[in-house]
């Protein structure tokens, strides 16, 4: 399994609850933080020894479409997902379920300190961006010989 | 699509347990899906972001059909997650076709983590005008 997911299942009975919760107590945000259960793309980040890594789980955005910018250290990924449509001539045409994303998203992500905005890297690959900004030099883990 | 094929529920994102007859219990996500029907059958969308081809499976089954897939992201040595909005890499998702639906023929096109179910209604359950001959 890719370390890019939690292996234990606790989180996901976490958010099960949370969700219910959720849907007892009304549509109110409870915070300035965007719900991860409901925003587009759903987003995981991970941190190596010198990159920061981020998965956006954005499927079916024409890579063109889709704005990746850093400013003031704060990540932006923006873009747009088209609806499907069924033909406007076809009169028999009917929708029965419509649960997946369509229209303009954004989300911004705040970068530590010592991420350094001129080393990025962002490609599009079977549905996911992946982003990886490096780290300045500085930041590196290192050993500190004892004299 | 009628009384006798139904679309599962599903409550976003809702995480299923797998089925009970499979040795290893799985947790899996629901992915969501569009469906539109029309004349000549019905399609439908699912979003399976990080999944490639070859970890896509489709199985239909005494009018069951059964989309199981495995996300599939390459991730650099020795990273350490640190914010996790989707925590499981599979999804698993069953519908109900009706008889009417033509199963031999359903085609299946994944793109940019999207896929693409096109299934045919069999030619004999097509929609038909009828005729009514005047004396």
């Known amino acids: 399994?890719?370390?890019?997911?939690?292996?234990?299942?606790?989180?996901?009975?976490?958010?099960?609850?949370?969700?219910?919760?959720?849907?007892?107590?009304?549509?109110?945000?409870s915070s300035i933080r965007s719900d991860r259960l409901s925003a587009f793309p759903q987003i995981n980040i991970g941190t190596t020894d010198d990159t920061i890594d981020i998965v956006?789980?954005?499927?079916?955005?024409?890579?063109?479409?889709?704005?990746?910018?850093?400013?003031?250290?704060?990540?932006?990924?923006a873009g747009e997902r088209a609806a499907v449509t069924p033909d406007a001539s076809d009169e028999a045409a009917r929708h029965y379920a419509r649960e997946r994303f369509s229209g303009a998203f954004r989300r911004v992500i705040e970068l530590p300190q010592h991420a350094d905005p001129d080393k990025v890297e962002a490609r599009y690959v079977n549905g996911c961006l992946c982003i990886t900004v490096g780290k300045r030099e500085s930041s590196r883990p290192r050993a500190i010989t004892v004299q | 699509m009628n009384d006798t094929t139904q679309l599962a529920r599903r409550d976003s994102n809702s995480i299923n347990r797998a089925e009970p007859e499979r040795t290893e219990q799985r947790v899996t996500l629901s992915p969501a899906v569009d469906v539109i029907e029309n004349a000549h059958g019905v399609t439908l969308w699912a979003d399976l972001p990080g999944v490639p081809r070859e970890n896509l499976e489709i199985r239909v089954q005494d009018g069951n059909l059964r989309i199981e897939a495995s996300a599939n992201i390459p991730t650099r040595e020795g990273l350490r997650l640190q914010h996790a909005e989707v925590r499981v890499p599979h999804f698993a998702r069953s519908f109900t076709l009706g008889p009417e639906f033509d199963t031999s023929k359903i085609e299946a096109k994944?793109?940019?983590?999207?896929?693409?179910?096109?299934?045919?209604?069999?030619?004999?359950?097509?929609?038909r005008r009828i005729e009514v001959a005047v004396d």
């Open chain 1, 1 to 29: 399994m890719s370390d890019l997911y939690f292996t234990t299942d606790l989180f996901s009975q976490f958010d099960r609850l949370h969700q219910q919760m959720a849907t007892l107590f009304g549509g109110y945000p």
């Open chain 1, 56 to 77: 956006a789980f954005a499927p079916g955005i024409d890579p063109k479409q889709l704005e990746v910018s850093i400013d003031k250290g704060l990540l932006t990924i």
């Open chain 2, 110 to 127: 994944l793109q940019d983590g999207v896929l693409k179910l096109s299934i045919p209604r069999r030619e004999e359950a097509r929609p």
